[in-house]
């Protein structure tokens, strides 16, 4: 039997709508066949998810904080840095924060790094500019931005 990655797991679970009675049991665990469709892998079992994210229950609708506007771009912007990151062996990792600043500052993408560097790594605002990024580093933010500000 395969092993299913507990992250990918997680990830289709960040897509369960709290408000589709579908994708939730009668006592609010995450419905499985919601959880094998959004995983897109029928070998998926309660274990597996109880495992993957064991305190996983329904939202309830009183108890809901809006989420910003922003969070499913900069998930998926997270994701897409990820996977090239993965493919490329990018060092440094972008966060929400960096998110919501690629979608609030709507900058060029120098400035966006100009902007990170100062929160992230200050003693290197001088030493590393944006024209002295190799290409592969500049497309790497470029993806970022892009998927961040949708």
Same mark, same amino acid.
């Given at each position: 039997?395969?092993?299913?990655?507990? $992250?990918?797991?997680?990830?289709?679970?960040?897509?369960?709508?709290?408000?589709?009675?579908?994708?939730?049991?009668?006592?609010?665990?995450?419905?499985?066949?919601?959880?094998?469709?959004?995983?897109?892998?029928?070998?998926?079992?309660?274990?597996?998810?109880?495992?993957?994210?064991?305190?996983?229950?329904?939202?309830?609708?009183?108890?809901?904080?809006?989420?910003?506007?922003?969070?499913?771009?900069?998930?998926?912007?997270?994701?897409?840095?990820?996977?090239?990151?993965?493919?490329?062996?990018?060092?440094?990792?972008?966060?929400?924060?960096?998110?919501?600043?690629?979608?609030?500052?709507?900058? $060029?993408?120098?400035?966006? #790094?100009?902007?990170?560097?100062?929160?992230?790594?200050? $003693?290197?605002?001088?030493?590393?500019? #944006?024209?002295?990024?190799?290409?592969?580093?500049?497309?790497?933010?470029?993806?970022?931005?892009?998927?961040?500000?949708?």
């Amino acid at each position: 039997m395969k092993s299913i990655d507990p $992250s990918s797991i997680r990830d289709a679970l960040d897509k369960l709508d709290a408000t589709n009675d579908g994708h939730w049991t009668a006592d609010g665990k995450p419905a499985m066949k919601a959880v094998e469709e959004l995983l897109g892998d029928t070998s998926v079992t309660r274990a597996d998810v109880d495992k993957a994210a064991p305190d996983l229950r329904r939202p309830s609708e009183q108890h809901q904080e809006p989420a910003p506007a922003n969070t499913s771009n900069a998930k998926l912007a997270r994701r897409a840095v990820a996977a090239v990151d993965e493919f490329l062996g990018g060092a440094d990792r972008f966060t929400l924060e960096d998110a919501e600043l690629a979608a609030s500052d709507g900058g $060029s993408p120098a400035e966006f #790094y100009a902007n990170w560097l100062k929160r992230n790594r200050p $003693s290197d605002v001088h030493k590393r500019p #944006y024209h002295m990024l190799s290409a592969v580093e500049k497309a790497r933010i470029g993806v970022f931005l892009a998927v961040a500000r949708g």
